[in-house]
């Protein structure tokens, strides 16, 4: 920190178990992942290759190599893998992984329909190559899962190898662990806090109200997904207090006058 401030929240060190912040890159160029790293690289736990983007993005392994470099894992989204899968090309997958050189991947099925059987099965083929991250949740709006489907899902992918499960929210924060109008479904998510640890999970919160949320239920070292590039110094400082949202979270006195 660039000076002394007291009542100040302990974050956890990198590497991290938990107090994840999973940075969403939907395309940057290089040179902007060369800003984003020294503007934000401390803060960042893990970066997502949006979607199925790493197929067009230009310079991909060099994009690659500066994230690496600064010593942030990269993946790819879990929706490039399930367009291998689809295709039959899941051999092809595992050798891009290798290609690349990463170290991490997303198992997901927002997009076809995967047997849950068949969803552990990948994960615990992809856990002998890589860590994997996988996710729970329908990316589509009305479809309801029960939460007790969720949790055991969840449990399950874990068993399988997951090292960490997402919560699905969608880029647009109204779907999965959250209402149609964006506020968080306080149900579901408190019946899986009661189930499973917090730190096996990142919830997707690309909005701040998401974010203040999470961080007011569980803490300043909780997981977070799907942040904005430009968003990661503003999470970091709702983490700690230093935003309105959360302000008071970790002041001894909670007197808005002095």
Not at 55 to 64: A, D, G, M, R, Y
Not at 76 to 91: K, M, S, V, W
Not at 109 to 127: F, N, P, Q, R, V
Request: proline content about 4%; overall charge neutral; aromatic content about 6%.
């Amino acid at each position: 920190m660039n000076f002394s401030l007291s009542q100040i929240p302990n974050r956890a060190s990198k590497p991290r178990e938990s107090g994840l912040t999973m940075v969403m890159d939907k395309g940057l160029g290089v040179r902007q992942a060369e800003d984003f790293v020294e503007s934000s690289g401390p803060y960042v736990d893990l970066i997502k290759l949006g979607f199925g983007s790493s197929l067009i993005t230009p310079n991909l392994e060099k994009k690659i190599s500066v994230y690496r470099e600064a010593g942030i894992p990269v993946y790819l989204g879990g929706t490039l893998l399930e367009a291998f899968i689809i295709r039959n090309q899941f051999d092809d997958y595992r050798k891009l992984l290798d290609k690349l050189k990463l170290t991490h991947a997303e198992v997901s099925d927002g997009s076809i329909t995967l047997t849950h059987e068949k969803k552990c099965e990948i994960i615990k083929a992809l856990a002998k190559q890589v860590t994997v991250i996988s996710e729970v949740g329908s990316k589509e709006e009305g479809i309801i899962i029960h939460p007790n489907k969720w949790i055991e899902m969840i449990e399950r992918e874990l068993k399988a190898g997951a090292w960490k499960v997402i919560a699905e929210a969608r880029e647009s924060g109204t779907v999965g662990i959250y209402r149609p109008n964006g506020k968080a479904h306080v149900v579901l998510i408190n019946k899986i806090l009661a189930k499973v640890p917090a730190d096996k999970i990142i919830w997707e919160t690309p909005n701040k109200s998401g974010q203040a949320y999470f961080i007011q239920l569980i803490g300043t070292n909780v997981n977070l997904g799907n942040i904005a590039p430009h968003e990661v110094i503003a999470v970091e400082s709702l983490r700690l207090g230093l935003r309105s949202d959360t302000f008071f979270q970790y002041l001894e006195k909670k007197e808005e006058v002095i």
